[in-house]
């Protein structure tokens, strides 16, 4: 059975045992970490566009788009009526003498407040952005393993899961490095179905692969033609995405309906989270990125109600 953790903080949402819940992300407004990614839109209306479209939830964004004190963050998520997943977390793990636990206990205090349930982590490369990255040695690895262990391990005394998001331009990127992570650690997987493709990783095939090591989901979807380019050192990622690598579900390249199908059928219980990383020069006119998300989630849902009737049928 699902439950909160509870806090003296509001009351926590309660959760519905095995219900799919589909959350949004900031980077879909174009909210984003990475210094000069483009014009950042207010809090105030991302969070309200992701109420208006029917999402109950939210990831919690960069350093800096909420409130850092635990309390004020939670205060805002209540005022919007969102629950909070968790978050995208960018955390050196590699390199010796630098301990991540510290900046990871602080973050957890912030979940504490808010009853976030998913340490959404990447392995960052130590870079600003997601263009280039080191090579790691076996050192290196094994530090970054460890250290996944010893992070995980944490957010657990927490009541909290946490997750390896592969990335591009993290030290996950491609398969090789996806499976080092499962065969040399216990984390298990954040499935982005985006930055895996571009990574050269089948998104479809990993989750059929392993399907008890997926505990949270950022659905994406992905021109692939512009993917290619990417992943052939043609374009930067940063240039790919503000030509229009990511489209709304069901519009791109991913083969995201067999994705829930396998994920729905192996019992997964986890977030939907619809992420498409956004780009915006200036202030939108008219809707803006809420309309791309519409798309998705409205595509998200017409999949669970299959699924759903699916296995109702099967069962009846």
């Known amino acids: 059975m699902t439950t909160r953790r509870t806090t003296t903080t509001g009351s ?6 095995g219900r799919p819940r589909i959350a949004g992300a900031p980077i879909s407004w174009g909210v984003c970490e990475v210094p000069d990614w483009g014009y950042q839109l207010s809090p105030n209306r991302v969070l309200d566009e992701m109420r208006d479209i029917g999402l109950a939830a939210t990831e919690l ?9 635990p309390d004020q963050m939670a205060g805002v998520l209540t005022a919007h009526r969102l629950t909070a997943v968790g978050g995208f977390t960018p955390v050196l793990m590699h390199r010796p003498g630098h301990d991540p636990l510290s900046a990871i206990d602080r973050i957890l205090e912030q979940y504490q407040a808010t009853h976030a349930e998913v340490l959404v982590l990447s392995a960052t490369s130590g870079r600003d952005g997601y263009d280039t990255r080191p090579t790691l040695d076996n050192d290196g690895w094994n530090l970054l393993l460890s250290n996944l262990n010893r992070i995980s391990d944490r957010a657990a005394e927490r009541g909290v899961r946490a997750v390896l998001h592969p990335h591009v331009g993290t030290m996950v990127e491609n398969g090789e490095e996806v499976q080092r992570v499962l065969s040399g650690s216990s984390i298990s997987l954040c499935l982005d179905t985006g930055h895996l493709l571009i990574g050269g990783t089948d998104p479809a095939d990993l989750t059929r692969q392993a399907p008890d090591r997926i505990s949270h989901t950022h659905l994406k979807d992905v021109d692939s033609r512009i993917a290619d380019k990417v992943r052939a050192g043609r ?5 790919a ?7 709304p579900l069901g519009t791109g390249d991913v083969d995201v309906e067999s994705i829930v ?8 219980t986890g977030w939907y989270t619809l992420e498409q990383d956004t780009i915006l020069t200036e202030e939108p006119r008219g809707e803006g990125p809420v309309s791309d998300v519409r798309t998705s989630a409205a595509y998200v849902r017409s999949l669970l109600t299959t699924t759903a009737g699916a296995g109702s049928a099967t069962t009846s």
Request: a negative charge; charged letters at 15%; glycine letters at 14%.
């Open 12 to 17: 926590p949402t309660p959760l519905t045992p």
């Open 61 to 69: 964004g960069p350093e800096g788009f909420l409130p850092a004190d």
């Open 235 to 239: 374009i930067s990622y940063t240039e």
């Open 261 to 268: 199908n396998t994920l729905q059928g192996n019992g997964y």
């Open 241 to 247: 995405v503000a030509d229009g690598m990511y489209r």
